[in-house]
């Protein structure tokens, strides 16, 4: 866990002050909608569908068992007992009454959380891992440079009205489970050749209407050098994006359109005049942000105690273990990834019992500390293995171990037309109808990883472009139509998905997904063949093929 | 943002005006009287352009009550019952399509 100091404390405790008084000021009409709106997106308050939609940012991911039941208390006093946690490490709740707004704000600040930079265009919630500190194939704990980064850039003057919204995230595996690559900036942690550690830093990724993958334009960036760097990153793009035109205002378009290298050389060209000021990291800084990650004491610990053979016998604990829980940094612990995803319900949701009974959990089992996963799950990150069984049981009894991770049914959905006021179709309907064909477990397993992404538009809340199967609601003639892609993929080796053919009505886009999970049991050249890997060797027109075949 | 009466507004077949009320942000409808109803069925229901900006007008004038006012299609019955004109402002009207978590 990070322990925040008072500034951060007063600095969440004054912002509910102020809002609280800018919804007085809007209730009694002292404020117009067009003078609030920039205010309350400020604090992550949207108008949706139905209702007021408030965003919370987890940053990094962490969240203490405390901070989790403060949520549950949220959705239960506020909302309607429940939230969704969304693809960037927020939670979102879908009823809150704007009177009642600053309450819940209030509340909220008791347990360090806000919904400053969850919206508007500024720099949001820097995401990371959501195994940060404990995965084994880690440099080190990228938490510590995403809370520097934090730190930094939270109510930047500078950077508080850039030309659109700007997303980091960062990841130090080997394996990015943060999709660092389409982000405005994404940083992936290396080592060089004399053993130190430093960034490679990638620019310009991002989905929505214009999806890019980024492109590299520092393969090794020194740690003393980052806010230095990622200043002059942002000063280049607050200066030549477009303000002018929507569309085009995203850092990925200015990238785009000056080229990776022009970009790379304006940026360098800034960052020589600023290196070497006061953004210059000095260590005994890091080292106070990483004093403040504070670690559990771990148990020493044997790997696979007696405990685990014995439970294995129980062919459904077995298939949980083999499915949800990875191989933690410290002997005799695990990682257990909690699946949100139930057949027939909403991604990424979870109820105020949920949340209160994982927090509970989490507190005799993992330390008190829960991760939010950009894939919307979540994950207990420090459980003793002999501990497993029991948790198997307590987690199974609230409905959070459904064996399904990374799975065709771990389906990434946004919210879609069922709430938000941008959507042109619906997306939680439709992941829960290819939950329902895809709940045999056999069935599933033998597809083995696959990744279905859902957006309900082209905004892309749902990163549909780098699913290994996207979808993508879009509306024709009153219609909600589905676009279909496959082969995306959203980690290191991340790519954009291919449009596999015509758009398919509602009643048709599950049939078309058991069609092309039926065309890679065709073609895949051993069963040990992911799904991806097939797409990549074949190409998408024998899948094309085969899916629109019978259409 | 341009504001809904400065947009090309061309009504073909009846329209109501909706919005969202300020202090919860629930889904309502203007009625003849000049109010504000949750209930479709009470809202005032016209077929023309000019009466269609006459209404929104009158709507958008009221800053205090709701946000985001606009024209909505809306389907009349044979029987005169009003129902939602697109899948939007089904959703609108009636809720999310799918059971909340939750509830009960």
């Keep these: 866990m990070y322990v925040y100091d008072d500034f951060d404390r007063t600095l969440v405790e004054e912002r509910v002050h102020e809002f609280r008084d800018q919804v007085a000021r809007r209730l009694s009409g002292e404020l117009t909608e067009e003078e609030f709106k920039p205010l309350r997106l400020m604090n992550g308050v949207y108008l949706q569908l139905h209702a007021y939609m408030l965003r919370i940012a987890i940053p990094y991911g962490t969240l203490s068992s405390d901070q989790l039941r403060t949520l549950a208390h949220v959705a239960r006093r506020y909302d309607r007992n429940y939230g969704h946690?969304?693809?960037?490490?927020?939670?979102?709740?879908?009823?809150?009454?704007?009177?009642?707004?600053?309450?819940?704000?209030?509340?909220?600040?008791?347990?360090?959380?806000?919904?400053?930079?969850?919206?508007?265009?500024?720099?949001?919630?820097?995401?990371?891992?959501?195994?940060?500190?404990?995965?084994?194939?880690?440099?080190?704990?990228?938490?510590?440079?995403?809370?520097?980064?934090?730190?930094?850039?939270?109510?930047?003057?500078?950077?508080?009205?850039?030309?659109?919204?700007?997303?980091?995230?960062?990841?130090?595996?080997?394996?990015?489970?943060?999709?660092?690559?389409?982000?405005?900036?994404?940083?992936?942690?290396?080592?060089?050749?004399?053993?130190?550690t430093g960034f490679e830093v990638i620019v310009g990724g991002g989905l929505g209407r214009t999806p890019f993958i980024g492109k590299t334009i520092k393969p090794f960036l020194p740690r003393r050098d980052l806010l230095s760097y990622v200043e002059a990153i942002m000063r280049t793009y607050n200066q030549y994006g477009r303000r002018d035109n929507i569309y085009k205002a995203r850092m990925k378009i200015l990238v785009h359109e000056l080229g990776a290298e022009k970009f790379a050389h304006d940026v360098e060209e800034e960052w020589q005049s600023i290196k070497d000021g006061p953004l210059a990291l000095d260590p005994a800084v890091v080292a106070d942000i990483a004093a403040r990650f504070r670690y559990p004491q771990y148990e020493l610990l044997a790997d696979n105690p007696p405990e685990l053979a014995r439970a294995r016998e129980d062919k459904?604990?077995?298939?949980?273990?083999?499915?949800?829980?990875?191989?933690?940094?410290?002997?005799?612990?695990?990682?257990?990834?909690?699946?949100?995803?139930?057949?027939?319900?909403?991604p990424g949701d979870a109820t105020a019992a949920q949340m209160d009974a994982i927090a509970d959990i989490a507190d005799r089992y993992s330390h008190g500390e829960i991760r939010v996963g950009h894939e919307q799950?979540?994950?207990?990150?420090?459980?003793?293995?002999?501990?497993?069984?029991?948790?198997?049981?307590?987690?199974?009894g609230i409905?959070?171990?459904?064996?399904?991770?990374?799975?065709?049914?771990?389906?990434?959905?946004?919210?879609?037309?069922?709430?938000?006021?941008?959507?042109?179709?619906?997306?939680i309907p439709v992941a829960e109808e290819i939950t329902r064909r895809f709940h045999d477990l056999d069935r599933t397993r033998n597809l083995g990883p696959l990744h279905i992404n859902i957006s309900g538009c082209i905004n892309a809340c749902g990163h549909h472009h780098i699913g290994h199967i996207g979808i993508l609601g879009v509306e024709k003639n009153g219609e909600e139509y589905y676009q279909v892609t496959i082969g995306g993929r959203a980690d290191e080796r991340a790519e954009l998905g291919t449009v596999l053919g015509p758009a398919v009505p509602y009643a048709e886009i599950a049939d078309v997904v058991e069609g092309i999970a039926a065309a890679y049991l065709e073609l895949r050249a051993r069963p040990e063949e992911l799904f991806i890997d097939t797409v990549r060797r074949v190409g998408v027109d024998p899948f094309r093929e085969r899916v629109y075949a019978a259409r | 943002m341009t504001s809904p009466l400065q947009q090309k507004l061309k009504v073909t077949g009846p329209v109501v005006i909706t919005a969202n009320r300020l202090g919860?942000?629930?889904?309502?409808?203007?009625?003849?009287?000049?109010?504000?109803?949750?209930?479709?069925?009470?809202?005032?229901?016209?077929?023309?352009?000019?009466?269609?900006?006459?209404?929104?007008?009158?709507?958008?004038?009221?800053?205090?009550?709701?946000?985001?006012?606009?024209?909505?299609?809306?389907?009349?019955?044979?029987?005169?019952?009003?129902?939602?004109?697109?899948?939007?402002?089904?959703?609108?009207?009636?809720?999310?399509?799918?059971?909340?978590?939750?509830?009960?």
């Excluded at chain 1, 829980?325 to 057949?343: D, Q, R």
């Design chain 1, 85 to 196: 946690f969304t693809t960037r490490q927020n939670i979102q709740f879908n009823w809150i009454k704007l009177k009642e707004l600053p309450d819940a704000m209030a509340d909220l600040a008791r347990a360090g959380l806000h919904g400053m930079q969850t919206s508007g265009n500024c720099v949001r919630n820097i995401t990371t891992d959501q195994w940060a500190g404990v995965a084994p194939d880690e440099i080190e704990d990228p938490r510590i440079w995403a809370e520097l980064l934090r730190q930094h850039l939270t109510l930047h003057p500078e950077f508080s009205f850039l030309p659109r919204k700007f997303k980091v995230a960062l990841t130090a595996s080997a394996h990015d489970r943060a999709a660092v690559k389409v982000h405005d900036i994404g940083l992936r942690m290396h080592r060089n050749g004399a053993g130190e």
């Design chain 1, 316 to 346: 459904r604990f077995r298939l949980w273990l083999d499915n949800s829980v990875a191989n933690h940094k410290v002997t005799g612990h695990a990682i257990v990834t909690l699946s949100l995803k139930p057949e027939g319900g909403p």
């Design chain 1, 399 to 427: 409905g959070v171990a459904t064996p399904n991770v990374n799975l065709i049914s771990d389906i990434i959905a946004c919210p879609g037309l069922d709430y938000c006021s941008l959507a042109n179709a619906r997306s």
């Design chain 1, 377 to 396: 799950n979540l994950a207990l990150p420090h459980v003793a293995q002999r501990d497993l069984p029991a948790l198997w049981r307590a987690l199974d």
């Design chain 2, 24 to 104: 919860d942000g629930a889904v309502v409808y203007r009625a003849a009287d000049g109010t504000w109803t949750k209930a479709l069925a009470a809202a005032a229901v016209v077929t023309t352009t000019p009466a269609a900006l006459e209404l929104l007008r009158a709507a958008l004038s009221d800053k205090l009550a709701v946000v985001d006012a606009y024209v909505a299609p809306v389907e009349l019955t044979p029987q005169q019952r009003v129902l939602p004109g697109n899948l939007r402002e089904r959703i609108r009207c009636s809720g999310p399509t799918i059971a909340l978590p939750g509830q009960g």
